[in-house]
């Protein structure tokens, strides 16, 4: 499939930030995005690169009434060199095909897209911003647009990537932040149900939750799974916790979303001689090892922030305060080694980034 190109004019191309440092998350888009549609009798088609504008979308279409909708999220980063890298992009597209098989959604052929994203992001490059935390975040996105009311497969569906010049996640920098153990709600239901997919609804039943905590003061939840009694993710992101003699992070049993930071981290750790284990574990035996003192780190991880480390964790009114709320040792080592890959800073020994430019 040809992709169409139709660049903007140069009196249509928005301005590009003047103070990088002051990029928030996800707030500003580039000019152009890739769009692609599909429908089941002639597959995929009209691929094209064109002008950030709104869509136009029946009322009824499908995906504004039962959340027919998968999306994805990957970064691409300035080297000093001023090439511009993709951090494991094809894993991304991977799950998104994974996310769309469990929404009954269409699957992409990953070379395809990947090669629609170089050329999107070759056209956007001056909006790559090259600052200290800053990269280009990209927001690949599936619906359905079947203007029908009635729950079935869609028929017609839009595919299209957007970019998003973004900073720091967590506006205060890399610092640990207290998080909530969530005993009333969950995120997702374990196997069988769509936590291990990334599709939209989830995160909409997540925001009561979160709200609730960010009320009282707390940067974000801790799931537990649906019987309250193991571990799963905190936010948005996969949760890690360091024992002075294991690794631990939850297993991938339909519950979890499988995060590609995950994956690089734990094997990054094993190949670093950690004890890595994932497994079941449960608040009991968290919240003990607080206490005796053989928890000593735990951070969130994912694309968006890559490492948050925890401060302390509330469970049932209780405060547990982890490393004396400081940055543990394994945490940074962590985040200076993987943001230094993803940066271009140190050699890429796993070969997981992939050049645009
Ligand atoms: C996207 C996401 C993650 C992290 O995945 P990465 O591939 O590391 O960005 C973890 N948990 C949830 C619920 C997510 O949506």
Not at 104 to 121: E, S, T
Not at 261 to 282: A, F
């Amino acid at each position: 499939m040809q992709i169409k190109v139709i660049t903007v004019s140069d009196n249509e191309r928005k301005s590009k930030p003047e103070d990088e440092s002051a990029l928030r998350f996800g707030e500003l888009f580039t000019d152009h995005m890739f769009l692609m549609s599909w429908n089941d009798k002639e597959g995929w088609q009209d691929a094209q690169i064109k002008k950030f504008e709104p869509l136009q979308l029946s009322p009824a279409a499908i995906v504004l009434h039962y959340a027919n909708e998968i999306f994805e999220g990957l970064k691409a980063y300035k080297t000093p060199e001023n090439h511009i890298i993709l951090f494991r992009p094809r894993k991304n597209f991977e799950r998104l095909n994974n996310s769309a098989e469990r929404m009954v959604l269409p699957q992409v052929d990953i070379d395809f897209v990947l090669k629609a994203l170089k050329k999107l992001i070759l056209i956007e490059k001056d909006w790559v911003p090259s600052s200290p935390g800053t990269s280009l975040y990209i927001r690949p996105t599936m619906i359905g647009v079947d203007p029908f009311i009635g729950v079935r497969p869609p028929s017609q569906v839009l595919f299209f990537i957007i970019l998003s010049p973004v900073g720091p996640y967590f506006p205060d920098g890399f610092k640990p932040v207290n998080i909530l153990v969530e005993t009333k709600y969950v995120r997702a239901v374990g196997e069988g149900g769509t936590g291990d997919a990334k599709c939209g609804g989830n995160y909409a039943g997540s925001l009561k939750a979160s709200t609730l905590a960010k009320k009282k003061g707390y940067a974000q939840v801790l799931w537990l799974d649906s019987k309250k009694k193991y571990v799963e993710e905190v936010g948005t992101m996969n949760m890690v916790f360091v024992f002075e003699d294991e690794v631990v992070t939850a297993p991938l049993d339909g519950s979890i979303l499988p995060g590609i930071t995950r994956d690089s981290i734990l094997t990054i750790c094993r190949d670093w001689g950690y004890n890595v284990s994932e497994r079941k574990l449960t608040i009991t035996e968290v919240v003990k090892g607080i206490k005796n003192g053989t928890l000593i780190e735990a951070f969130g991880c994912g694309t968006a922030a890559i490492i948050t480390p925890t401060g302390s964790l509330n469970y049932k009114n209780n405060d547990y305060v982890i490393n004396n709320g400081e940055i543990g040792g394994l945490t940074q080592k962590l985040y200076d080694y993987l943001t230094g890959i993803q940066y271009g800073l140190i050699p890429d020994e796993y070969e997981w980034t992939e050049r645009v430019i």
